[in-house]
């Protein structure tokens, strides 16, 4: 397991000399300390990040506001820290072709939310008018700051 993490290790030192990248392929580790190094700076920006409601239904109704004001840096804040950079850029792609109405419109659907056992995450379900489950994103709760995080959409 350890020399897993190790050859995780590498690349994250090397591309990144002392930032921390979020799209960082973690199988690029080559240490260790790179290893380790990598979740400390992402435990800061977790300890650090303010974007996000108290309840899942607020993190979700942010989010979609910023994408109807075509705010595509803010929306992707809504998303966990690791994802952010991604996200940016797939939303601003999104934007430029026009599709953000879609995703709005996929959002706002009639869905249904459950959490998970331990309360620290959270999946909603859209339903089209027969009720079958079309679309499933989910969100998960920062312990650090008490607010939600997309996970994933």
């Known amino acids: 397991m350890v020399f897993v993490a190790v050859?995780?290790?590498?690349g994250i030192w090397y591309r990144n000399k002392k930032e921390f990248d979020p799209s960082v392929d973690l199988r690029t580790?080559?240490?260790?300390?790179?290893?380790?190094?990598?979740?400390?700076?992402?435990d800061e920006l977790y300890k650090k990040d303010t974007y996000g409601g108290a309840t899942p239904e607020e993190t979700l109704a942010l989010f979609i506001d910023a994408l109807k004001k075509g705010d595509t840096d803010l929306a992707a804040k809504y998303f966990v820290p690791e994802k952010q950079k991604n996200e940016t850029e797939d939303l601003a792609i999104g934007k430029r072709k026009g599709i953000l109405v879609e995703l709005v419109n996929i959002l706002e659907k009639n869905k249904k939310g459950s959490y998970s056992a331990d309360?620290?995450?959270?999946?909603?379900?859209?339903?089209d008018k027969n009720n079958i489950a079309e679309f499933s994103f989910s969100l998960v709760f920062n312990p650090s700051t008490k607010i939600w995080k997309i996970e994933s959409i």
């Open 7 to 10: 050859i995780i290790a590498g």
């Open 119 to 127: 309360k620290n995450y959270f999946e909603f379900n859209t339903f």
């Open 29 to 42: 580790f080559k240490t260790a300390g790179e290893y380790e190094n990598y979740y400390k700076n992402l």
